[in-house]
């Protein structure tokens, strides 16, 4: 098990996927007692294990993108405090910082993130970040009207 952010996590071998895993302990629903017993494996370290599933995979450069965020002081110190974009700062001032993220963070989780920060950030680049943002905007803006229809 490991502690990360205020949750637990148990690090297992996850049949479904047939890799290991982790698993937040709040959410799991259900055990079971079997008569297999555990071995852990020699040199493993379950955080190290797990913050290597959180992080990007950095031995790997030329499959991270750079991402370049210009915002407000207080906007940019917030962003380079958070788990997944501290990690991956590259070069920083002030006011702008460049990330070296995976293209499927930037596709996904990024753009939803960055909609918390609303006008006190600004993408410079990737340009196909900038269109996951106002596609999640857009999204978001057509939800309500037509919730606001119904």
Same mark, same amino acid.
């Given at each position: 098990m490991t502690y990360w952010? =205020? $949750?637990w996590y148990v690090i297992s071998y996850c049949h479904l996927r047939r890799n290991i895993r982790s698993f937040r302990v709040? #959410?799991?629903q259900s055990l079971s007692i079997t008569d297999t017993i555990f071995k852990k494996l020699e040199n493993f370290s379950t955080r190290q294990s797990f913050l290597q599933n959180? @992080?990007?995979d950095w031995g790997n450069q030329n499959q991270l993108l750079t991402v370049c965020i210009q915002g407000t002081p207080h906007a940019i110190n917030d962003l380079c405090d958070?788990? /997944?974009? =501290?990690h991956a700062i !590259?070069? #920083?001032?002030?006011d702008r910082v460049y990330f070296k993220l995976d293209e499927s963070a930037i596709s996904t989780y990024v753009p939803h993130? @960055? /909609?918390l920060y609303r006008t006190t950030v600004d993408v410079l680049e990737p340009t196909f970040l900038k269109e $996951?943002? !106002?596609d999640a905007v857009s999204k978001l803006l057509h939800h309500h009207q037509k919730s606001e229809l119904d």
């Open positions: 952010k =205020g $949750k709040d #959410r799991i959180l @992080l990007p958070h788990w /997944l974009f =501290g !590259v070069e #920083r001032s002030k993130f @960055l /909609l $996951k943002l !106002v």
